[in-house]
RNA sequence: CGAGGUGUAGCGCAGUUGGCUAGCGCGCCUGCUUUGGGAGCAGGAUGUCGGGGGUUCGAGUCCCUUCACCUCGACCA
């Protein structure tokens, strides 16, 4: 690209309303630009970027065997209806008709067309394995956009399916996407972390989670390094306590004028808030139900889903847990409820709780399991940092990530809805079993800028580098300098590099801090040297400028890009 | 969805108890001077003050309403 004739500008300052470090340098380096909350422009560089992000992951799908295509992001609505997650998805999805008043969506993810797709092809034992890969824009209207490309409502995912006979199949295709997936983040010298997950919305027998580890990053991993130990917070499991062995008391009431909260109750009693247990009233797919914490513990909403057995879990309003408990918000506790009650296995563990008592100004000490009825008991709380769990094999301490990939063991799940069947050897009729792969280009980039920035700079890896050599003319009005730059531009070019050549009639203050904003690779600076015959090379990682005979400089360009 | 906040020039911001022609820095344009790390001087252009309604002699400023955006929470593959 020729500056004085590109589209490219950059930003003195940061912008407002960018609340990440990759939103600000990416916006100010002219790279993107926001549109709406969660919507954004594109612009050359950042295309730049995301292409050869693209082209990595391309490559390493293509080497694994998946075969790419593309589907439409306008789909009829009923494809989801048929798969049960129209309703699961709910107000995420963007929904539209078209002028006939037939209901579409935009999709937001891609399973039930590829299983549509793949009925086409597949019939007989004999079409499989099949592995299919897109990339394609998904759209999800997600409540809170945020941290730039990070959280975004409009996004490339590149999304990959996988077709196998059994179980066993599918643990290889899943198997050669694993791989594929780490060769593409580590070529993307991409510092992260690999976690096991829930698998959600998604439905399927396992999740694993491909986390850019990174201070901003929304998810948190729960990791011991020495055994390589790492699983998402949501479903990190909890060590299972040993029973208390105090001796039970009789339960009593307490008056407890105003004491609400956790943290009031333990000053009020001045005990420690493992003496208390939690009692969260949620509506479990509509219908209120209790579910019981050590007070020091904080319930997981996928945990406590899963031991429910529900879909949809949320906190009752206040007029559903007056109703139930037949007392203000503040002072639930289990006994007399009449409601399915889950307890946490530390709740099972305890003696002499201190509970509230569905009375109002009233919490109920000394109660023990024998006091209340229990409909189910799991893991239902997040872990601590610093607890061991079986699994850990030593305490855990908590990472932040950045989800950039997730890998799915799906099943049967969508076979069965979208009727995707083969006939096997025995004149079978089997369902086809399905894996889904995604990777979020546009979050690579992001997490990329996250983890490769200082001093208002972006640090490319050298893989994704959207500028590879940028010239720079210290003086477009010398002739002879522009003369020598032009044809190191050419010479460039026809070597295939992604070069810039920085021919704007500015200051030769503003083209290096522009270069360096955006990260140019290596720099050829064309100045004064040029009289002695001599250009410099800088490369972006080092300080260190050498100066070489303009003649030579073609080789050692290629030299230092190795290429 | 709940709570809080912000909308004034391309970007970042100021604008007093309502009061003259709405300002500042950067950027932009013209000229001169300069030319190796965001130059200097002089001159200049750029505004539906988010939108709509209202109060008032007079509204960027007060009131009502609406939209957008941000933060925290809720929610969410």
């Known amino acids: 690209m020729r500056l004085s004739r590109d589209f490219f500008y950059t930003l003195r300052e940061d912008v407002r309303d960018e609340d990440s470090a990759s939103g600000n340098l990416l916006t100010r380096a002219g790279m993107i630009r926001r549109v709406a909350a969660g919507v954004y422009m594109m612009l050359p560089l950042g295309l730049r970027a995301m ?18 295509l593309r589907m439409p992001a306008l789909i009829p609505e009923d494809v ?6 129209r309703e699961a998805f709910g107000a995420s999805m ?3 008709r078209d002028r006939g008043g037939r209901p579409f969506v935009l999709g937001p993810t891609h399973e039930e067309l590829f299983a549509v797709a793949a009925r086409q092809a597949i019939h007989s034992y004999k079409d499989l394995p099949l592995s299919l890969f897109q990339f394609q824009t998904k759209y999800r209207d997600e409540p809170r956009p945020r941290f730039g490309l990070i959280r975004v409502r409009e996004f490339v995912m590149k999304d990959a399916y996988s077709f196998d006979l059994d179980l066993e199949g599918l ?12 060769r593409a983040f580590d070529r993307m010298e991409i510092d992260y972390a690999i976690v096991t997950a829930d698998t959600g919305a998604m439905g399927g027998l396992l999740s694993e989670e491909f986390q850019a580890l990174c201070p901003i990053g929304e998810d948190i991993l729960v990791m011991n390094e020495e055994t390589g130990y790492a699983a998402n917070l949501e479903v990190a499991a909890c060590p299972r306590p040993e029973p208390s062995s105090e001796e039970h008391r009789a339960p009593r009431k307490v008056p407890t004028p105003g004491q609400k909260t956790i943290e009031d109750v333990t ?9 208390f247990v939690k009692t969260l009233i949620y509506l479990a797919d509509g219908r209120p139900a209790a579910f019981l914490v050590r007070g020091d513990h904080e319930i997981s909403e996928v945990k406590a889903m899963k031991l429910a057995g529900c879909h949809e879990l949320e906190m009752a309003p206040p007029e559903v847990v007056e109703e139930v408990t037949r007392a203000p918000v503040g002072f639930a506790g289990p006994i007399g409820l009449e409601i399915p009650v889950y307890a946490d296995y530390s709740i099972m563990a305890m003696a002499n709780m201190i509970t509230g008592g569905n009375e109002a100004d009233m919490h109920i000490v000394d109660v023990n399991l024998e006091d209340f009825s229990v409909t189910a008991s799991g893991d239902i709380r997040q872990i601590h940092e610093g607890e061991t769990t079986p699994e850990s094999g030593g305490p855990v301490h908590f990472r932040r990530g950045i989800e950039i990939g997730n890998t799915f063991k799906l099943g049967e799940k969508y076979s069965m809805a979208m009727d995707l069947f083969y006939t096997d050897s025995d004149n079978q009729r089997r369902p086809v079993v399905m894996g889904s792969y995604g990777i979020g280009p546009g979050r690579c980039l992001a ?3 996250e983890q490769n920035h200082a001093d208002g700079r972006i640090f490319w890896p050298r893989a994704v580098a959207p500028i590879e050599v940028a010239i720079v003319v210290v003086s477009t009005k010398n002739e002879t300098q522009v003369a020598v730059a032009e044809g190191l531009y050419e010479s460039f070019q026809q070597a295939g590099y992604d070069v810039l050549l920085d021919d704007r009639d500015e200051r030769a203050g503003i083209k290096f801090n522009d270069m360096d904003l955006i990260g140019a690779w290596l720099r050829v600076t064309v100045g004064r040297g040029v009289a002695e015959g001599k250009v410099e090379l800088k490369l972006a990682s080092s300080d260190e400028v050498e100066e070489v005979a303009i003649a030579d400089a073609p080789a050692r360009v290629a030299e230092l890009l190795g290429r």
Not at 80 to 85: D, Q
Not at 171 to 182: I, T, V, W
Not at 267 to 275: I, K, L, V, Y
């Open 51 to 68: 292409e050869k992000i693209e082209a990595i992951i391309r490559e390493e799908m293509v080497r694994a065997g998946s075969v790419e």
């Open 80 to 85: 989801y209806i048929a798969s049960g997650r």
């Open 94 to 96: 963007f929904a539209l």
């Open 171 to 182: 643990g290889r295709s899943y198997q050669a996407m694993f791989d594929a997936y780490k």
């Open 267 to 275: 000053r009020f009693f001045g005990e420690t808030a493992e003496r």
């Open 447 to 449: 997490a990329i800028v």
